[in-house]
């Protein structure tokens, strides 16, 4: 009989047995899914709502390849996060297969009417990332003898650098711009090449005044070091800086900034024709290249809120529950617009420029396009003032130049168009970032677009109505008249003298789908007509005459636009003009063109916003169809 057995004696084989398998049994439940996977069970099958099928592990259904939680998992506020687009492997989101290799808009829009561009045309401007971009310590910056000095690439008349041009009131160009606790710093021991702070920037409380010493100072370079500490952040690449109020923005600020950074684009080569009819070519090189100029990064708003609406909390008082939505600041921009024409650019707001306050530290700004618009009145009698131009170079906008100096009443944002150079198509690499957007191909577009045989295609007309908009959104014609002009649009589709006619609404708070369709049928008309207004803005986005064109003010788009007799006003007629495309202003039967147009005498302002005015619409209808008649001869 075996002796008895107590806890210290050494185990048995039995027991060691059931111990290993113990042991095994707990590695590999523990690791279920990789045992699995060991044995041959396909990854597919090891997710977990498959696994709680036959109850093994949880519910939780973890993520798609996309980033995404599986469709019967996914809820109303993730579609509103994330949207509803669809993802394939080795594909680009949103992107139509055989698009994928497309050169990007936005971080190189000014290539994007080229072909052939190669992978490595955007590398300079690849924003932020894990594995290239700026990296944190790039955006840290010492300085041992005080901060870097500011450079006015484009400014008023004065000390100018043999490779800069010029630049007027509220439209400034500045390398290395300093803030500081809100305040904007230049840095120079020569403060003669730096324009007056007057004709930069405005007083934050006052406009109309220039900016104080807690908005703007100049100071040299000991004075930076003593007062300003060794190391600071640095902002990369070029910010564009609106410092007006949310109540004096409007739609053109985009534009004439854009007028303004592409100042300092150029092509290799240029042409223009002379006054006595010959051709010029410019040599090569006479142009700062295309290759060294990015896209803007940021555009900055100090002043404008994020909302103008108050935030308040849900009325039940669940924290969980989402609050009531709140109404956007007003800055001229339509929200979509910045997304498809510059699609890398950011905007900041009052609270993301406190922010920079609030970190009490020195922030340079590596390049800055300052817009304000309190400096642009004040300088308003510099804007003809001209540098001499360099040997063959053309001013494009000569024109604009010859009006500016003989008329009065020019809308504050056209400085940069009467003061700077730029290339005839400089506004071209918008336009065709939004047609890419909208997926509008360029061939199909304006007096360019043929149809299957060859034959020229038949124009688009649109006409932008501000019948249903609020009263305060705008004038509007007289119902009748509003019907009436509808009608008649679509008897000159029914004649065939149009090929299509759309009627959109104002720009004012178009959801994103209306906006999508409204932009599709301005980019592709030949005319845009409406009443006077804002609401026009949109029109800059038309086709333009190409270049080579024997006859390119028949060929080009044009605007019509609609005010009650003895009032004038010169925006919309200012930008069409300035890109080459006609106009054509009415009081009701009476139509103004060309250099007959009428004096400006902007309206009373005791006239109702939304005012509705008369129009002879058999006149509008008659000279629709012999313009465009015109063009197809």
Request: charged share 20%; net charge neutral; with cysteine.
């Amino acid at each position: 009989m075996p002796p008895p057995r107590s806890w210290l004696s050494p185990p048995t084989r039995r027991e060691l047995t059931l111990l290993l398998f113990s042991l095994t049994v707990f590695v590999l439940s523990y690791n279920l899914e990789t045992s699995l996977q060991l044995v041959g069970v396909p990854p597919a099958k090891l997710r977990s709502s498959y696994l709680a099928t036959i109850g093994l592990g949880t519910r939780d259904p973890g993520l798609e390849p996309d980033g995404r939680r599986p469709k019967q998992w996914r809820d109303p506020l993730e579609d509103i996060i994330f949207g509803q687009w669809e993802w394939k492997e080795g594909q680009v989101a949103g992107v139509e297969r055989g698009q994928v290799d497309v050169s990007p808009v936005g971080a190189a829009i000014y290539n994007a009417g080229s072909r052939g561009g190669s992978r490595s045309a955007a590398r300079d401007d690849q924003g932020v990332s894990l594995k290239s971009g700026v990296t944190p310590k790039e955006q840290l910056l010492r300085w041992e003898n005080g901060p870097p000095e500011t450079k006015a690439v484009m400014h008023v008349p004065g000390q100018l650098h043999r490779k800069h041009l010029m630049c007027k009131a509220r439209y400034t160009i500045l390398d290395n711009l300093l803030v500081v606790n809100g305040t904007f710093f230049l840095v120079t021991d020569n403060p003669a090449s730096l324009p007056p702070l007057s004709v930069i920037a405005s007083s934050a409380a006052d406009t109309a005044r220039p900016p104080r010493d807690s908005d703007w100072q100049v100071i040299s370079r000991e004075e930076a070091q003593s007062k300003i500490s060794a190391f600071g952040g640095r902002v990369f690449g070029t910010t564009w800086i609106s410092t007006d109020r949310a109540e004096v923005q409007d739609p053109y600020t985009l534009f004439s900034l854009f007028r303004t950074h592409s100042a300092l684009t150029g092509t290799s080569s240029t042409s223009f024709t002379s006054s006595s009819g010959l051709r010029i070519i410019t040599p090569p090189g006479s142009r700062p290249s295309l290759d060294g100029v990015p896209a803007p990064l940021r555009f900055v708003f100090p002043y404008v809120p994020t909302f103008s609406s108050p935030h308040i909390p849900p009325p039940s008082g669940d924290e969980k529950e989402h609050p009531p939505p709140r109404v956007r600041s007003y800055n001229g921009i339509h929200p979509l617009l910045p997304k498809a024409v510059l699609p890398s650019l950011g905007i900041w707001y009052s609270e993301d420029w406190q922010d920079i306050i609030d970190m009490n530290s020195p922030w340079l700004f590596e390049r800055a396009v300052i817009a304000d618009r309190g400096a642009a009145e004040r300088g308003r009698d510099h804007w003809a003032e001209r540098w001499p131009p360099q040997a063959g170079e053309r001013r494009d906008g000569g024109e604009l130049q010859k009006r500016a100096d003989a008329e009065e009443g020019m809308p504050v944002w056209a400085a940069p168009f009467i003061g700077l150079n730029a290339e005839q198509g400089w506004w071209q690499p918008m336009r065709t970032a939004l047609l890419r957007y909208l997926r509008v191909p360029d061939e199909q577009t304006g007096s360019a677009k043929r149809g299957r045989k060859g034959a020229a295609a038949k124009p688009v007309v649109t006409y932008v109505s501000m019948q249903a908009e609020p009263a305060e959104a705008g004038p509007r014609l007289l119902e009748k008249d509003h019907e009436a002009l509808v009608a008649g649009l679509a008897g000159l589709v029914r004649e065939g003298v149009l090929g299509e006619a759309h009627v959109v609404r104002g720009n004012g708070s178009v959801p994103g789908s209306e906006w999508d369709e409204r932009m599709r049928a301005i980019a592709r008309s030949s005319v845009v007509l409406g009443p006077y207004g804002f609401h026009l803005t949109d029109s800059v986005f038309m086709p333009q005459a190409s270049p080579t064109s024997t006859d390119s003010q028949s060929s080009s788009s044009m605007l019509m636009e609609f005010f009650p007799p003895g009032i004038f006003v010169r925006d919309q007629e200012f930008a069409v003009r300035s890109l080459g495309m006609r106009y054509m202003a009415w009081w009701n039967d009476r139509k103004f063109t060309g250099n007959s147009l009428p004096p400006i005498i902007p309206p009373d302002e005791t006239i109702s916003p939304g005012q509705q005015m008369p129009l002879d619409v058999t006149a509008v209808i008659s000279t629709i169809r012999e313009e465009l008649s015109r063009r197809q001869r």
